[in-house]
């Protein structure tokens, strides 16, 4: 993998090559834990509705040092196949015994082990996201800085899920602009769709507003959808089905709103196979979606060398995906505002201190600390695990 970065925060140039330790290092065990969080309010999309989750760590131990990662999968295959369990399973018998007891120096030599398997990729951005981690701390580097970040803050919107009336998603509409979130994104589906979206553009003629139906329509619901074009919406995220590049560019030809891409964004060779279809206008970036780091810079650098707007995804993270998240859209690429909110928008406690805030602005801070840049509340993450395991190598 080599890459160019333009500018350094300090406003000269670098070249980043690669998330590289700063010597090879011996992978030593991967723990594994699976860890309960309640959502302060249940969270409804097109495809459930999740009151509570199993988030599932991993924690990469390599001689002495250590990295957090964190693995976005839910207990449902229902946003993709992967689940936590399936996760689990690649992780303690595939990639652990593939990897552990050897030498990595880079991300992308940590990347190349895992390559012959395939699929899964929630779970190897777990371990990636977790080798970052290590490598930003050996280095004594902030994973912004070490992933080729620019920003020191980055500015974020919200995600609200699907309510019961158009007067409960106005209420939520009005506290999180009044929180100074930058963009709001509806979560549609049919039946829930126009009416919620007419009403909130109605009350709020100026913000930035986009919908998300994580595919829950077909073409054949073309002529419905044409009707979102009166709204104004910064884009329509991932209206046809989850695995589709073709019908969503038949649609975008008849669309003025941006089609952006989520799910149909599964790496590399299909970010640039749905720019040459015109499938979308606009990249959603999700590190667990794509397989990690190695794959998630290289489609940043594709979107960027084609001048298409980029943002950060989000799928409920626990602070260190989301400390991730943070890193990530810290890259120049990354154009429109982030569903990367608050830790308090999702959880009344998170799993690391500081908890992640929003500034009143609507952005959030990207810390300087090596690493994550935060500290994991072990005594709280104890409470709350309900399964761990150490993995270490055969013998
Ligand atoms: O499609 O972006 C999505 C949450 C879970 C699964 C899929 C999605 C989402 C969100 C919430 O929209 C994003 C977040 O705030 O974490
Ligand atoms: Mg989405």
């Not at 000269?12 to 699976?34: N, Q, S």
């Not at 509409?173 to 109605?202: C, M, S, T």
């Not at 040459?276 to 190695?294: D, E, H, L, P, Q």
Request: hydrophobic fraction near 45%; aromatic fraction near 6%.
């Amino acid at each position: 993998m080599t890459r160019r970065v333009q500018a350094t925060a300090a406003g000269g140039a670098a070249t980043v090559e690669d998330v590289k330790t700063p010597t090879p290092i011996r992978l030593d065990a991967l723990e594994l834990r699976l860890v309960r969080m309640d959502l302060i309010e249940p969270f409804e999309t097109s495809f459930g509705r999740v009151s509570s989750r199993r988030v599932l760590l991993v924690r990469l131990e390599a001689e002495g040092a250590f990295g957090w990662g964190e693995v976005v999968a839910g207990d449902e295959p229902l946003y993709s196949y992967e689940t936590v369990e399936t996760a689990w399973h690649a992780l303690r018998d595939h990639f652990a015994p593939a990897l552990l007891g050897g030498r990595v120096a880079s991300l992308a030599e940590l990347a190349a082990r895992l390559a012959r398997f395939r699929g899964h990729p929630m779970a190897r951005a777990g371990i990636e996201t977790a080798y970052a981690d290590l490598a930003a701390r050996l280095r004594g580097e902030s994973l912004s800085h070490v992933l080729g970040g620019v920003r020191t803050e980055v500015p974020v919107g919200v995600s609200l899920g699907i309510q019961a009336t158009v007067d409960a998603l106005l209420l939520r509409v009005e506290r999180h602009l009044e929180l100074g979130y930058r963009r709001i994104k509806l979560k549609i589906k049919p039946g829930w769709d126009v009416d919620p979206v007419a009403a909130v553009r109605r009350r709020h003629p100026g913000i930035l507003l986009s919908v998300d139906a994580n595919a829950a329509y077909t073409l054949e619901d073309g002529a419905h959808l044409l009707k979102l074009d009166e709204f104004d919406l910064l884009m329509i995220e991932q209206p046809l089905q989850h695995d589709d590049l073709l019908d969503h560019a038949a649609l975008q030809k008849k669309l003025k709103t941006p089609l952006c891409l989520d799910e149909s964004i599964t790496g590399l060779r299909r970010a640039e196979q749905a720019l040459a279809a015109g499938a979308c206008r606009i990249v959603n970036m999700k590190t667990g979606r794509v397989g990690g780091y190695s794959q998630a810079l290289a489609i940043h650098d594709l979107c960027r060398a084609r001048g298409v707007p980029l943002w950060c995804g989000g799928m409920l993270e626990s602070g260190i995906g989301r400390a991730h998240n943070i890193a990530l859209a810290s890259l120049v690429g990354f154009t429109l505002p982030g569903d990367i909110s608050a830790s308090r928008r999702y959880y009344d406690r998170d799993l690391i201190v500081p908890e992640v805030e929003l500034r009143p602005n609507g952005a959030i801070a990207v810390p300087e600390a090596p690493g994550i840049g935060f500290d994991v509340d072990m005594d709280y993450l104890g409470a709350q695990t309900e399964r761990a395991e150490r993995v270490t190598p055969h013998a």
